[in-house]
Nanobody
């Protein structure tokens, strides 16, 4: 069974930074595109970023572009999301997601809470 475990969330003041991690297991990690998706309270899921299989290419949502960096370490089966200049509107549960056939989000982690508040 595919396993994705996020960590690194927490409470941070506006303007602060957090680094999220996602440990993957039970699948050939380096052969999949991966994404981060977030869900704010009372809202639907919002795609945040995607990274290519080799980590050479990334895409970012306009809402976070310039403030986040998505990377991966295929030797460690781990994803990283560096988030800087955080805003209150970035408060959400952040999920790492495997991108499967037809660009579907076929497996999700349990999520990690990010709260941006003074």
């Amino acid at each position: 069974e595919v396993h994705l475990v996020e960590s690194g969330g927490g409470l941070v003041q506006p303007g602060g930074s957090l680094r999220l991690s996602c440990a993957a297991s039970e699948f050939t990690f380096g052969t999949y595109v991966m994404s981060w998706v977030r869900q704010a309270p009372g809202k639907g899921p919002e795609w945040v970023s995607a990274i290519s299989r080799d980590g050479a290419r990334t895409n970012y949502a306009n809402s976070m572009k310039g403030r986040i960096t998505f990377s991966r370490d295929n030797a460690k089966n781990t994803l990283y999301l560096q988030m800087d200049s955080l805003r209150s509107e970035d408060t959400a549960v952040y999920y790492c997601v495997r991108v499967g056939l037809g660009a579907s989000f076929d497996y999700w982690g349990q999520g990690t809470q990010v709260t941006v508040s003074s």
